[in-house]
């Protein structure tokens, strides 16, 4: 079965500052989606960013951006000049064929004025 | 701006009565999900649905927890009777496969979730 890791329970970034979270997934499928949810003090999942494991190129978005190594397995979110609002729960998914998502246990990220 | 909405956003009711949550995907999404959040176990999926049939809900107590999907518009999951531990977030999803409409494939869009708790 496939599993995610988060191996950080907590980060800390100060304002302006970029900061990286870290993931990792095992599964023997060559063909699956990874994806980071955040989940700010509302609980609403919040779609962040999303990479496809057939694309080489690192997905971004704005200020978001992904390290995404597939051999190494691993997927790890950059996120540039930090705000206060990014201030949240940041899941880790991974998909592949027809499974639902399978999350990471989470990294919560504090954002210091 | 298309969303899944959750109602009711919060619930609080006694041991023993019957709670249904509700959900109406994103139009043209043909696959529906249910999770529970708690802060012991994280999030947890219960079911999902492909095109209204139900594909998984191993996740589920089946003595108390049942998921249907009258409509392709409605999902609903309710639990009879209710329990303390049943107390949580109660999150649903939904999604589309390849070739279909109304984003990204194979991604979840989540609502904003139903805070149940159980006295």
């Known amino acids: 079965a496939q599993t995610v890791t988060q191996s950080q329970p907590e980060m800390s970034v100060q304002e302006a500052e970029t900061v990286t979270l870290s993931c990792t997934y095992d599964?023997?499928?060559?063909?699956?989606?990874l994806f980071w949810y955040k989940q700010p003090p509302s609980r609403q999942m919040i779609l962040v960013i999303r990479?496809?494991?057939?694309?080489?190129q690192n997905a971004t978005e704005n200020r978001f951006s992904v390290n995404f190594q597939k051999a190494a397995k691993s997927f790890s979110l950059k996120i540039s000049d930090s705000q206060l609002g990014d201030a949240a729960m940041y899941f880790c998914?991974?998909?592949?064929?027809?499974?639902?998502?399978?999350f990471g246990k989470g990294t919560r990220l504090s954002v210091i004025a | 701006d298309a969303r899944v909405t959750q109602t009711p956003r919060h619930k609080v009711t006694e041991m023993g009565q019957e709670v249904t949550m509700r959900c109406q995907p994103i139009?043209?999404?043909?696959?529906v999900f249910w999770y529970r959040q708690t802060m012991m176990q994280g999030l947890e999926l219960l079911a999902y649905?492909?095109?209204?049939?139900?594909?998984?809900d191993s996740g589920m107590p089946k003595d108390r927890f049942s998921a249907e999907m009258p409509d392709a518009t409605l999902a609903t999951l309710k639990i009879q009777p209710s329990e303390p531990r049943d107390s949580a977030v109660y999150f649903c999803?939904?999604?589309?496969?390849?070739?279909?409409?109304?984003?990204?494939?194979?991604?979840?869009?989540f609502g904003p979730g139903t805070r149940l708790t159980v006295l």
């Open positions: 599964t023997s499928e060559s063909d699956y989606y």
């Open positions: 139009l043209g999404h043909n696959t």
């Open positions: 999803a939904s999604g589309s496969t390849p070739g279909l409409a109304g984003g990204k494939a194979d991604t979840q869009y």
């Open positions: 998914a991974y998909k592949g064929g027809n499974t639902p998502l399978v």
């Open positions: 649905f492909r095109n209204r049939a139900p594909l998984d």
């Open positions: 990479q496809e494991a057939y694309k080489q």
